[in-house]
């Protein structure tokens, strides 16, 4: 009867917005996570002003010995809430509205509603994938029925030469006709070199590879869908040579309390579907935490995840200078990194993909203090001789930038 009068005075759109802003960390509607599940919270206190009083400053209610918040302190290790003091007793109500709102909805029925949001495409990558072999095959037969039309072009040549009755030689079989043969052995000598020299450019390259990882993470959801920035896990790519892997600690500063994957479907790319919840379990597994008690129950074991990026060790790349001095987005290398399920390598990465990036990248000298020393292009800037200054004129394709 209390929530329902309150849910009538109150708004609980407005209640949602101070429920995420301030509450959502620590709790949850439907389910215990660093406190306790909300639905039904305005039945559990005998006093709707002692709940008030609760959320303004806990410590307060606990003193007073009430029993219910006295349990619950000791339910929760002793650790009291943080309390709202700026909350008006409005406020309270419209959290309080949007929780009743909210404990009404079947969680189940609400995550299944946003399934069908990311089913694969791995059936539209194969049909835009590489027709090479497509193509050369056709090429082989095509070759084959030129020749076959060349053999009875010369044989109709000789039936009619005969009919008139001029002499002619017996014509040579093609495999014995040293034109045929020359042709073929030069075209076998392009082509074998063709793909010959280009295996051995290939060699250590890693374009398009993309392992299974331990666990299936998806940087769509982290990145893309839930907004998450890319500094927040990879923090050294502004501060240092390496981008850096995260920690198991940086994934459970959220996943204490998401232990549940309510996101849209997913996929590997061979189109398996992804259990994200059982997936979240591995992580739970690996670093020795129990959701049931909300604790680490046995110690943690390191993710071993596969490098993907690799550069030969005679090269030198710093993330932080191409981030902090070049201003370069992570996509700029790692291609549409928000929209992948699972990662690949995007470019490349070989000398040639980098040199010619440096000759055709504009530098930002515009509120950049790295490229302060070079006065002379900043003149030529201002008086017109130039319109920009490519990586390349500050020294970005000589040999000891990134061999030394």
Known sequence: MIASLSAKAADPAKGKT?????C????NVHKQVTGPALKGVEERWSDKKLLHQWIHNSGSVIASGDSYAVNLFNQFNKQAMPGFPSFTDADIDDILAYIAEEGKVDPTV???GTGGAGGTTTGADEDGGNNSLLFGIITLILAV???ILMQINSN???LAADKDGVATPEPVPFYKNKAYIALVILLLFIVGGYYTINGAIGLGRQKDYMPEQPIFYSHKVHAGINQINCLYCHAGAEKSKHAMIPSENICMNCHKTISEYGGPELFTAE???VNGTAEIQKLYDHVGWDKASQKYTKPGKPIEW????NLPDHVYFNHSQHVVAGKQQCQTCHGAITEMDEVHQFAELSMGWCVNCHRTTKVQFADNKYYSIFEQFHQDVKDGKIDSVTVEMVGGTECQKCHY
């Not at 101070?18 to 301030?22: D, E, G, I, T, V």
């Not at 596969?306 to 990026?309: L, P, V």
């Open 145 to 147: 029925v030129a020749l």
């Open 271 to 273: 189109g398996k579907k």
């Open 24 to 27: 959502a960390s620590c709790h």
């Open 306 to 309: 596969t490098k993907i990026h």
């Open 156 to 158: 109709l040549n000789k």
């Open 18 to 22: 101070l429920f995420q802003q301030n």
């Open 110 to 112: 609400k995550n299944a």
